[in-house]
């Protein structure tokens, strides 16, 4: 990958001014490719990594499996689409296996996700049958350890 | 009657000569505060990258629990054997020419011992890694200090090394890229330090910890120069490169006769380096390469963000190949680098080690080491600038 994207996908907010020092490009030239990035959908935006648990400690999310049938000529994709489309869905990936779609869904707490998968994911026209698994608790997320594994044990000086 | 002694003078002669270490004075003071930023630490700020963790925990899971054969595991001396060869250009056998240390440190203790008879003189260059001159003390050798210069890139020239070698050297040390300037040598320096060692018919050690991490230049080794073979004891290890410093193992490659020399003291000192920490090595060798680049990479990143900082405190700092140590010259402050480093320290609350810890010839610099956080490395400039402006 890219060491301009790996800057940015490790700290997103890594100033323009330092990520055109450490790789010794001109501030200007380095602007131009986040730009570029931006432009052709590489970078698709930027946000916080929340660990959501501690945010609110009742939020729940979600991973249905979704059986469903294909369309002629579209296959699973329009419906992917509609699904993906709900604010409540995090992720949507179709998948090999036993089952069709993978959807990751969240909500403030049980009661919304479940009723949002009776409600509004099951009675998809197309939508064969759902499977809906909880998750109790996040160890890791987006590639990043929601509890820090260990302190810094390093002498503070040495050879 | 009092007889009674004092305990220092059942200490042996050789070692009441032998200063303590700069670094650990320095390192006193600066574990007595609070929240400072170090720039003082020698050695990766990375943790051990999980696979190679996980291959110890593994092994001891499986009972791996046991001594080794004296040189090491064969499986790891062969991974090594085939490393050295595609990496350093150097053909050992991984049957009598390898063998596993308990960090290169050890490693570089049984080179000197193995080689060194009481008053033989040994030549090593400064700025250095603070254990060169002693170690040389402790085998009964003369350690011979040759300094490298900012001028000069902090390169060993042959020049400087005439102007020291004598009919007792016996040994020349090498240590590129250098803990604590950062300097590397190139293809025609390795091979003027290599005509050298021939015409005066010297043994070189040459300490290639930081090899894995050198940056724009081209990585040459003295092991691999046609005719050094034979006069080479070549030293590396896993602490810089795959951030392994806790696992203390290192290697030593060297023609069966040096390698056999060495395995005497090893095998009645050492034994052996602890079988799990090999079994990562083994991991760290095979399936580590993209770890190595991916913290390569971002060490240039930081070198770079550091040398900047220096810019802007008006600090002149020749630009580091290798390693991750920054070697700025504070000579035009007017503070020796000692001074510099406490009221640094006092005024800052930033923690670098004064040259001076490296030899005579490191007064005038600091060493800033950028295995640091690139947050603290931008914090520690803008205080570095404020600190500079204040003098």
């Not at chain 1, 002629?72 to 509609?82: E, L, M, S």
């Not at chain 1, 009675?123 to 509890?147: C, E, N, P, R, W």
């Not at chain 2, 990375?46 to 064969?74: C, K, M, Q």
Request: hydrophobic content about 40%; overall charge negative; glycine content about 8%.
């Amino acid at each position: 990958m890219d060491e301009l994207l790996q800057i940015l996908k490790r700290d997103a907010r890594t100033p323009l001014k330092d990520i055109a020092i450490m790789l010794a490009q001109p501030e200007a030239a380095v602007q131009a490719r986040v730009a570029d990035y931006e432009a052709t959908g590489i970078i698709r935006g930027y946000q916080a990594l929340l660990n959501e648990e501690l945010v609110n400690p009742e939020h729940v999310r979600a991973a249905i499996e979704v059986r469903m049938t294909p369309e002629r000529g579209g296959g699973y994709d329009r419906i992917a689409t509609r699904i993906a489309r709900f604010p409540e869905v995090e992720s949507v990936f179709l998948m090999s296996g036993g089952y069709d779609l993978l959807v990751y869904v969240k909500g403030e707490n049980l009661r919304t996700v479940a009723s949002f998968v009776n409600e509004r994911l099951a009675t998809i026209d197309g939508v064969l049958s759902t499977a809906t698994h909880f998750t109790l608790k996040t160890y890791k997320d987006q590639g990043v350890l929601m509890k820090e594994e260990q302190t810094d044990e390093r002498l503070q000086v040495s050879p | 009657m009092n007889d009674s002694k004092s305990p220092r003078s059942y200490v042996a002669n050789y070692l009441k000569g032998v200063p303590r270490s700069g670094i650990r004075d320095f390192f006193e003071i600066v574990s007595t505060r609070k929240d400072v930023i170090s720039l003082g630490i020698g050695e990766p700020d990375f943790v051990t990258p999980w696979h190679i963790r996980e291959s110890s925990v593994y092994a001891l899971d499986h009972g791996a629990t046991s001594y080794t054969a004296n040189l090491g595991l064969i499986e790891l001396r062969r991974s090594i054997a085939k490393y050295v060869r595609t990496g350093y250009g150097a053909d050992y056998n991984p049957v009598n020419e390898i063998m596993i240390t308990v960090g290169v440190s050890e490693a570089l203790d049984l080179a000197i011992r193995a080689l060194v008879s009481p008053g033989d003189e040994v030549l090593y260059h400064e700025p250095c890694y603070v254990s060169y001159g002693p170690v040389i003390t402790f085998a009964h050798g003369v350690p011979v200090a040759v300094e490298t210069r900012r001028e000069d890139g902090f390169r060993l020239t042959r020049a400087a090394l005439e102007a020291k070698v004598s009919s007792k050297t016996k040994v020349l040390m090498l240590n590129f890229p250098t803990n604590p300037t950062g300097a590397v040598l190139n293809q025609q320096d390795v091979e003027e330090i290599a005509a050298f060692a021939i015409a005066h018919d010297l043994v070189v050690i040459t300490d290639e910890i930081y090899a894995e991490l050198t940056y724009e230049a081209e990585r040459v080794s003295i092991a691999a120069v046609p005719g050094m073979k034979e006069r080479t004891i070549f030293l590396n290890g896993f602490s810089k490169a795959w951030a392994m410093t806790g696992f203390r193992v290192g290697f030593s490659c060297a023609p069966q006769e040096l390698t056999e020399a060495m395995m005497k003291i090893h095998q009645y000192t050492m034994l052996c380096a602890p079988i799990l920490a090999q079994k990562a090595a083994i991991e760290a060798l095979e399936n580590g390469d993209a770890d190595v680049r991916k913290m390569r990479d971002s060490y240039r990143r930081r070198r770079n963000l550091i040398l900047d900082g220096f810019a802007q405190a008006g600090l002149p700092c020749q630009k580091p190949e290798g390693a991750f140590y920054a070697f700025p010259y504070i000579g035009d402050t007017g503070l020796s680098s000692k001074a510099f480093a406490l009221n640094f320290l006092e005024a800052e609350n930033v923690a670098c080690v004064p040259g001076s810890a490296f030899g005579a010839c490191g007064e005038g610099f600091i060493r800033c080491a950028y295995a640091t956080a690139e947050d603290d490395i931008r914090e520690a400039m803008v205080r570095l600038k404020r600190f500079t402006g204040s003098l």
